[in-house]
């Protein structure tokens, strides 16, 4: 985050889907005349090019939204602003504010509840820093939910896909990096295996290797490789290695 220029100027953007929401962070503004909207965003993608284009201090960030939520949007910022999230539902507040965002508004919220939280982002702006180190481990800290993701997003360059998992085929660990295969193409996204395997539903994926998690339906057959292991082979015609570990969750999973 870039530490504004002119102190009693704060750049702020608006993302949020619903219309009458962005009215009320506009008229809540209006009590503090040193912060500048200068975007308002109906969704995760224009919010993303509209922080790419204006580097905001401040960020107004609705967690859930179509196309990309909140989360995902975070995962794809290089540089991160101050971040107030917003929500309609108590269960992400908790998780926003519990992720080191600067606060987070449960809709419907009062002035006094907003000034509140953007009173807090104002002493922030001053140390941009130490602010960046917290949110920057907001997707770390993603890891240890629960949740069952039905997607990816992923960013490569200007580019932004949203892969469902159904047309991920499977997933391999390269380095700091994780390759995703589709049936058409190959993505890359810094996150590790254990984050896939923690998050995609154990019905859908299941982790074989220390290396790969594959789509249970994308399996072929299971082929010996030499003694005592084995190399899964899919039907876009992939061999995937096998390890012991992996083997018995395939016993289990395929019930042979």
């Not at 107004?60 to 995902?72: S, Y």
């Not at 039905?150 to 998992?165: A, L």
């Not at 390269?174 to 395997?197: A, G, M, P």
């Amino acid at each position: 985050m870039n530490k504004p220029e002119n102190a009693a100027k704060i750049k702020a953007i608006i993302v949020d889907d619903e219309e009458l929401a962005r009215k009320v962070i506009l008229k809540y503004l209006e009590a503090f005349p040193q912060v500048e909207v200068v975007a308002e965003c109906e969704n995760g993608f224009v919010g993303l090019k509209a922080i790419g284009e204006h580097q905001p201090h401040l960020l107004f960030l609705d967690i859930q939204m179509p196309k990309i939520n909140g989360f995902e949007l975070l995962e794809l910022l290089d540089e991160k602003p101050l971040i107030i999230f917003s929500t309609a539902h108590d269960n992400f507040a908790i998780r926003a504010f519990e992720q080191n965002a600067v606060d987070y508004l449960l809709k419907p919220y009062s002035q006094t509840r907003f000034n509140a939280a953007v009173s807090k982002a104002l002493e922030k702006a001053g140390t941009p820093k130490i602010f960046q180190k917290n949110i920057s481990s907001l997707s770390d800290q993603l890891a240890e939910t629960t949740e069952i993701m039905n997607r990816v997003v992923v960013k490569t360059g200007s580019r932004v896909d949203v892969i469902p998992v159904s047309d991920i085929e499977y997933f391999e660990a390269s380095d700091d990096y994780v390759e995703i295969h589709t049936r058409k193409e190959r993505f890359i996204k810094q996150k590790t295996l254990k984050f896939f395997e923690d998050h995609l539903d154990p019905e859908l994926f299941l982790r074989v290797h220390r290396s790969f998690i594959v789509a249970i339906h994308q399996i072929s057959k299971l082929e010996p490789y030499s003694k005592d292991s084995f190399v899964l082979i899919l039907k876009n015609g992939k061999g995937i290695s096998v390890s012991k570990n992996g083997l018995v969750k395939l016993r289990q999973a395929l019930k042979f």
